[in-house]
């Protein structure tokens, strides 16, 4: 009698390792998982995790490095990611490093250097030609012979 109850009552675990931090939450210190986080409080301190989401109410304050993120609120601080998506309600003071995919709706307001790192890509055959004109040794111009032909007189 007690195991049916007990099976009836029991939650379920959610193991889809994404973890929720509440509007009325706020986080001091870093954070490291290897599963996805959703953010819509308040987090001071450095990031570390694979898929990260930051809602309009989420505030960032630290250096955020996942491999994908998404921001529609608040981070002051160096972005690092494979992936960056940029809500238009975002607002973001600090670097961007990319990997792979940068995209920004109209209205994001960010202040910092927007960079793409080496996506360990082949380099293509217009990378490489590009390449050689930048790093070929500049030539030395023919120089001008004049000559001057006296005649006999």
């Not at 898929?51 to 250096?63: D, F, L, N, P, W």
């Amino acid at each position: 009698m007690f195991e049916t109850l007990r099976g009836t009552n029991e939650k379920e675990l959610n193991h889809s390792g994404r973890s929720y931090v509440g509007e009325t939450m706020q986080l001091d210190g870093d954070l490291k998982s290897s599963g996805s986080i959703d953010v819509a409080g308040l987090m001071n301190g450095n990031i570390f995790v694979s898929e990260m989401v930051i809602k309009e109410t989420g505030s960032i304050r630290g250096t955020v490095e996942a491999g994908t993120i998404e921001i529609h609120g608040h981070v002051e601080g160096k972005i690092s990611a494979d992936v960056v998506i940029i809500g238009k309600s975002a607002v973001i003071k600090g670097d961007i490093l990319f990997k792979d995919t940068l995209k920004t709706e109209e209205g994001a307001d960010i202040d910092g250097y927007i960079k793409r790192t080496n996506n360990g890509k082949n380099n293509s055959e217009e990378d490489i030609a590009i390449e050689s004109i930048v790093e070929r040794e500049v030539e030395k111009k023919p120089r001008i012979v004049h000559s001057v032909h006296k005649e006999a007189v």
